[in-house]
């Protein structure tokens, strides 16, 4: 039977069984006729009726269907695999319609899975030829034979030899290695369903001959590709790595650049609540409890004690870089002398106290030998002995 890239049209209708689905086609009733023209075409009449289906084939009279299609076999298998857009078939007239337009557009896709198409043996095996990779064949010459049991199945020999390859239809008796198996496993194996050791080691592929030869095979052709599938692929995705960085300045308001002033000259600032005294580090311009202005300044530490250790074991990228930095290492959690004790500070401990920080301690803070007033003047805190 004729194909239309790459698919039959018996495996259309063929398969509506394995893609009906009952659930869709609850309170559904209708009947839909098709009228394929072509050498290959004929009559279907598919009826639908409380979540249940029932195709019939060679059907003369369509008459009485809700709705009946007419095309030619080509453009309806194009137009099902989305190969031939549906509403151009139609305005060409290529696909009329008979009947209630909305079931095959609201109705059907509701009751049936989209078809894919149907990979065979036979198939895989005459694309070998094109799929060839003369660049990987130089000094390969051998017979690859196929002895594929099953309703699809059937026995040819791939012949390669000075960078050229042959397709025989029929099993040649010097084959270098012939390979005997089912045809669907065959299908499974070069559609990617099944894993070539496991269908080995599990009894589903016999190798007679050379196993090394049939090592080698694999490498001489490019992988198939199904014939008519969806070839709509998404963008291809290229990375490039940089320091996403934008160089200009951002304004923080006063008392953020006061605070990184004090860093710049070793100390700290913090901002007190004239209402309830709670200090806040960094300072902050409304005080979080009371939610009053909060503008005078008091200069806290630079000493602190520990309440709480957080030790990370598993770091995640830097946003900025992407780099990953060495674990594990501590974040303290820590009241600086002279804050409120509800108002704690954090920053990271020098990894060499690590085993030795306990919460209650006392720390002390490590600055750049150079500050330049930012976040990289404090180093990390250490243990106070």
């Not at 031939?84 to 109705?107: P, Q, Y």
């Not at 060839?132 to 049991?149: C, Q, T």
């Not at 004090?262 to 600032?269: A, D, N």
């Not at 501590?330 to 085993?355: C, R, W, Y």
Request: with cysteine; charged share 25%.
């Amino acid at each position: 039977m004729a194909e239309y890239f790459g698919t039959k049209i018996d495996d259309i209708f063929n398969t509506m069984e394995q893609r009906f689905l009952p659930q869709g086609a609850q309170g559904v009733d209708a009947s839909i006729g098709y009228n394929i023209s072509g050498e290959v075409g004929g009559t279907w009449k598919l009826t639908i009726k409380d979540g249940t289906m029932n195709l019939e084939s060679d059907v003369g009279d369509l008459t009485g269907c809700a709705v009946v299609l007419n095309a030619d076999a080509e453009t309806f298998v194009g137009v099902t695999l989305g190969k031939i857009d549906a509403g151009d078939a139609f305005s060409s007239g290529k696909v009329a319609v008979n009947g209630d337009l909305t079931i095959l557009g609201n109705v059907l896709p509701k009751v049936f899975v989209p078809f894919t198409p149907v990979v065979r043996a036979e198939a895989i095996i005459e694309s070998m030829p094109e799929r060839f990779r003369p660049d990987k064949a130089e000094g390969v010459n051998m017979k690859i034979g196929y002895d594929l049991a099953g309703d699809d199945g059937g026995q040819w020999t791939v012949i390669v030899k000075e960078g050229e390859c042959f397709l025989k239809e029929s099993l040649e008796a010097d084959c270098t290695v012939t390979m005997r198996m089912d045809a669907q496993v065959f299908v499974d194996l070069n559609t990617g369903k099944l894993d070539g050791a496991e269908a080995f080691s599990s009894g589903k592929i016999a190798i007679d001959g050379d196993m090394g030869a049939a090592g080698t095979s694999a490498k001489l052709f490019a992988k198939f590709e199904v014939p008519g599938a969806d070839e709509k692929h998404g963008e291809e995705l290229i990375s490039l790595k940089c320091v996403p960085s934008i160089n200009q300045r951002y304004a923080t308001g006063p008392l953020m650049g006061k605070w990184f002033k004090g860093l710049k000259e070793k100390k700290f600032y913090a901002t007190r609540c004239p209402k309830c005294g709670r200090t806040q580090v960094p300072p902050r311009e409304i005080c979080a409890a009371c939610r009053v202005r909060s503008e005078d300044f008091m200069e806290v530490g630079p000493n602190a004690t520990v309440t709480l250790i957080d030790t990370v074991y598993y770091a995640s990228p830097d946003p900025l870089t992407g780099k990953i930095r060495e674990t594990p290492y501590v974040a303290l959690f820590m009241v600086m002398d002279g804050s409120t004790p509800d108002q704690s500070f954090s920053h990271e401990l020098n990894p060499k106290d690590i085993n030795r920080i306990k919460p209650g301690m006392k720390v002390r803070p490590v600055w750049a030998k150079k500050r330049t007033g930012s976040y990289t003047d404090l180093v990390y805190f250490e243990i106070d002995d």
